[in-house]
């Protein structure tokens, strides 16, 4: 009996290490794999930055040491390199950042960073932990991890997309209140220039987001630029074909001679008009959303406290 007993134990404990040995197989060979694409994606960038401190050597002391933040983005753009997709995807995640608002040249880097540091923390939170205290089985273990590293790999993804829809919904309900400004100072006889810096101090205030868009043509236009060119660039900064389509009628008046007031305050009120359907459009929205809460929620409470009474006494009927 007592010789079963120890089998019993023994048997158990091997199917336990057996499946902790699988488990360490799994995660060393996904391991081995991403070290071999590290290796690969960056032996040639390495030995370009390499070349680089080296003539660097003779550079100037003194340089400012990085701080905190930058070091932590650093090491995030350069474990964010396991993840660099080809060139094509590439540019259109840098594009995504763009129209996001973060113009840092490390911004795809660090982005492709957090997706690869949640891909393996979440796996392991989520799986790894339960598993090595006995509370999940291997199936559950690897089934929970594949979802982990899944969510870790979209939801990265999905959170830039909101935030570039949420900065064009700002920049374009933002937008003809800056145009109107901008006219009013033109016709006023103030120069473009001026125009710019008078308007974007003013704005910053009320529309801090659009205020630091224009702090940025500013500069461009004290630069050289026109500004035709200055609203075009904001437009691909940005993603926004309205403010591409003003760029466009912008320049055309310089390049013709035309009035470029007039342009302006024609775009402002289409804006301005564009705005007031927009929010038209989602007062109509309303009363279709409110719909399923209120059968979802307020009729059955209501069904509740008007048939309630009548149950009770059908029951007390039924049970005489």
Known sequence: MQASRLHHEWGMMSNSMLSMLVFLGVFAGIYLVGLVVFLRAYGERRR?????????DNAPDGAPEAGMGESLQAGLSTFGGLLFPKESGMARLQKKLLYAGYYR???????????MTLMIILP????GVPYAMGNLAPYRALLIGLTATTAGMIVPGIWLDMQVRKRQ????QALPDALDMLVLCLEGGVSMLAAFQRVTSE?????????????????EIQLGLSAGEAWKKMGERCGLDDVRDLASILMQSERFGASVVKALRTYAES???????????TAQKAAVKIL?????????????VLLGPAAFQM??????
């Open 124 to 127: 392991v939170i989520a799986a």
């Open 292 to 304: 399923f809460p209120t059968l979802l929620c307020i009729f059955p409470a209501i069904f509740i």
């Open 315 to 320: 029951a007390n009927l039924f049970a005489k």
């Open 271 to 281: 804006w301005r008009q564009e705005r007031q359907y927009r929010a038209e459009e």
């Open 48 to 56: 370009a930055i390499n070349r680089l401190r080296a003539m660097a």
């Open 169 to 172: 919904q700002t920049l374009r």
């Open 105 to 115: 040249r490390n911004a795809a880097g660090v982005f492709l960073g957090i997706k």
């Open 203 to 219: 704005v910053q205030i009320v529309h801090p987001l659009l205020g630091f868009e224009m702090n940025i043509m500013q500069r």
